[in-house]
């Protein structure tokens, strides 16, 4: 199904994925935008900005993990003085 499936099947998904923080009953774009995107950039340019786009999520949730753990370290150290 993709990304382009989803969000077409998905009327939130759109918004979701264009960083907005609660559901509109409007979306901002149509979906058929995503399409036009592709087919103009072509498979290997949209691949490559989808390897992008895991790539900095994961490196992202790898970051709030070490901040989440440096945290709790911090709080272990100060509750223990």
């Known amino acids: 199904m993709g ?3 989803l969000i077409d099947s ?3 998904g759109i918004q979701y994925f264009s960083g ?10 149509d979906s058929s935008l995503l ?3 592709r087919k ?4 290997d ?3 490559v900005i989808n390897e ?3 790539s900095l999520k994961a490196r992202l949730e790898s970051q709030q993990d070490d901040a989440l753990q440096q945290e ?7 509750n223990n003085r």
Do not use: H
Request: proline share 3%.
């Open 35 to 37: 399409t036009s995107f």
């Open 52 to 54: 992008r786009i895991v």
């Open 10 to 12: 998905m009327g939130w």
């Open 45 to 47: 340019q949209v691949n």
């Open 3 to 5: 990304v382009v499936g």
């Open 20 to 29: 907005y923080y609660g559901c509109r009953e409007k979306a901002p774009f």
């Open 40 to 43: 103009r950039l072509g498979m």
């Open 72 to 78: 709790a370290k911090d709080s272990t150290e100060y």
